[in-house]
């Protein structure tokens, strides 16, 4: 079993920056693999960053150059800095596991514990 808690989130202003957080416990077999993940109600969950088997962050295109997304091995955290933040990028971002063994992968179908998710807001 395996527990996910989101931190972090938060109401900013267009321009601005959060700094998210994913802290994991549990069984450490199935925390090898992890990434965001964000959603507004009614769609479904989009992708937004990882880190692959290679330890190379992969990012959604509508992310790359603004988002970094970084890993704690030791604290098994995992963070998302966000930065020129848009009100596009409005919605619940949630931090997802997975065994692997490829990890990077941005398809809410790969993943098996998620977070309940922190609110992130950008007003104009």
């Known amino acids: 079993q395996v527990q996910l808690e989101e931190s972090g989130g938060g109401s900013v202003q267009a321009g601005g920056s959060l700094r998210l957080s994913c802290a994991a416990s549990?069984?450490?077999?199935?925390?090898?693999?992890m990434a965001w993940f964000r959603q507004t109600p009614g769609t479904a969950r989009e992708g937004v960053a990882a880190i692959n088997s290679l330890n190379t962050p992969i990012y959604a295109n509508n992310v790359k150059g603004r988002f970094t997304v970084s890993r704690d091995i030791a604290k098994n955290t995992l963070y998302l800095q966000m930065n020129s933040l848009k009100p596009e990028d409005t919605a619940s971002y949630l931090c997802?596991?997975?065994?692997?063994?490829?990890?990077?992968?941005?398809?809410?179908?790969?993943?098996?514990?998620w977070g309940q998710g922190t609110q992130v807001t950008v007003s104009p």
């Open positions: 549990g069984d450490p077999g199935s925390t090898r693999c």
């Open positions: 997802a596991t997975e065994r692997g063994p490829w990890c990077g992968s941005l398809s809410s179908t790969h993943y098996d514990y």
